[in-house]
């Protein structure tokens, strides 16, 4: 093994949300310069991927729906997959784990392994949930005498990411690198909607929306979308110097399938993507190295379900896992046969922390639930959620008043993969992919942290489900703060 040396691309930027981007700049604090290759690394380029199972304990609640059931069947391991890139200089890491979405303080811990263990700068390590609603919680930090402390799962969890990391830079070989998109807009549908009958648009605040999150199917009330869909498939695709399958890291903006059995484990679409993609790109069964990865896209607002269609057939349980994990590695093989590899491009990453302030209930919100308490109150006009957001404003009443985020920009030659902690709307995807000055460019979810969704400034004015207090928490320009960020950071990138 090389000696122990890091090389750090990385700046790192502190922004405050209430700073115009002018002002950002200001705030670059702490900037390691980059440092010359000290050998004949120089322009080899490298990739290693690996995965390693959590080893999921039974019993545990599976998070993703209203109730949250123990587990007591592992259809399939959930895992931590991993691929680290080197170009001479600068590694990458990409660490996605099959978790409906994992907090800060869980990745930190991680990170805290990889910068001991590897020579992965701890910085330059991307680490997410893929946001399957069918794995285990890793969300019950505990806080004891003012100090977080993880529960036993979340410490296995960042110890098994530090290991896919450590394992996937084990088996760092010579390496060539390609990249492209592919659409596949039939499996991606916006859930929110504008409908016609009030009755579906009343909220657990006792307001009424104007669009409502999963709409009854086929139902007449159904007026037409509150948002777009991004129907991209963006994928990596690394090979061997002599043509073998390395790894092949996808982003897809769909928020999960589902079609699982309550009780059981599973990684969903995910997995079954990344287990299918390596027989389709050649990988025989005795390149046991590669590894294929599925991250979550910007889906907060879109799911599975064809809202306008009657449904027709129900799909026995994974059928629709299975279809659509078909659909989307076929596309993918389809589209890598085009494919140009390069056997050297330049690595470079970037990150920040954002602070954002969290949403407080009002006097007349807090006044409103007080009175859902009175005596004689009629249940049938109580929302069926009312308890719930009751609860959850009231965390957030007692909470902090503001939180630190991680943002991150990743450059791969003239592709840029950006990171958000939260739930994305896809609109604020595609928007990125505009708005960055590369030539191509993705973002992963879920990264670095979980904090809720991430509704546009526009779409919190249309209310529905994910704006509300408590499945939101942060300030509602969050969004855009957030892009504002990522631009800055992707502009500083392309620059190095
Ligand atoms: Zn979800």
Redesign the pocket.
């Known amino acids: 093994m090389r000696a122990k040396q890091r090389i750090q691309m990385t700046r790192r930027l502190t922004f405050y949300a209430g700073l115009s981007a002018a002002a950002m700049i200001g705030f670059m604090i702490g900037g390691n310069q980059p440092v010359a290759a000290a050998d004949s690394d120089a322009k080899l380029f490298r990739a290693g991927a690996a995965k390693v199972e959590i080893k999921t304990p039974m019993g545990m609640p599976i998070v ?1 729906n209203w109730d949250s059931p123990p587990a007591t069947h592992i259809h399939d391991e959930l895992h931590v997959r991993c691929l680290v890139l080197n170009d001479g200089q600068t590694s990458l890491a990409f660490a996605i784990c099959d978790n ?1 979405g994992i907090p800060r303080e869980v990745f930190d811990a991680a990170r805290k392994f990889i910068q001991a263990e590897t020579n992965v700068a701890a910085e330059n390590v991307l680490m997410s949930a893929t ?1 399957t ?1 069918s794995g285990v919680s890793a969300r019950e930090t505990r806080v004891v005498d003012g100090q977080q402390v993880l529960s036993a799962y979340q410490q296995l969890l960042a110890r098994r990411i530090a290991d896919a990391v450590a394992k996937a830079e084990q088996r760092l070989q010579p390496a060539k690198i390609a990249w492209g998109g592919v659409d596949l807009p039939s499996e991606v549908h916006n859930r929110r909607w504008y409908v016609s009958d009030d009755k579906l648009l009343a909220n657990p605040f006792g307001g009424v929306d104007k669009v409502r999150m999963n709409p009854p199917r086929g139902s007449d009330a159904l007026m037409k979308p509150a948002g777009p869909i991004d129907p991209e498939v963006s994928f990596i695709s690394v090979q061997s110097v002599d043509n073998k399958p390395l790894a092949l890291l996808a982003n897809y903006s769909l ?2 399938v589902g079609g699982v059995p309550k009780g059981d484990v599973s990684a969903d679409y995910f997995a079954a993507f990344s287990e299918k993609i390596g027989g389709l790109l050649g990988a025989s069964d005795s390149n046991s190295e590669f590894v294929g990865i599925m991250t979550n896209g910007t889906s907060g607002d879109i799911n599975n379900i064809r809202f306008a269609e009657k449904n027709s057939s129900s799909s026995e349980p994974y059928q629709r896992i299975d279809e659509v994990s078909d659909l989307v590695a076929a596309k993918v093989a389809a589209a890598c046969e085009s494919l140009d590899y390069q056997d050297w491009v330049p690595l470079g990453a970037a990150h920040a922390e954002l602070t954002l302030a969290m949403r407080k209930p009002d006097a007349q919100m807090q006044r409103y639930f007080a009175s859902l308490l009175e005596p004689g109150r009629d249940p049938a006009s109580i929302h069926r959620h009312a308890k719930t957001y009751s609860q959850r404003v009231k965390r957030l009443q007692e909470g902090p008043d503001e939180t630190t985020i991680l943002l991150q920009a990743f450059r791969i030659g003239d592709l840029s993969v950006m990171s958000i902690p939260f ?1 994305v709307f896809a609109e604020t995807g595609l928007d990125l992919k505009q708005r960055s000055p590369f030539a191509d460019a993705f973002t992963i979810e879920l990264a670095n942290g979980s904090y809720g969704y991430l509704p546009t400034p526009a779409q919190h004015k249309l209310g529905g489900y994910e704006t509300w207090m408590g499945t939101n928490r942060v300030q509602r320009d969050a969004s855009d703060k957030i892009s504002d960020v990522l631009l800055s950071l992707s502009q500083q990138i392309n620059q190095q």
Do not use: I
């Open positions: 993703g409906v946001h609603h928020h999960y739930e």
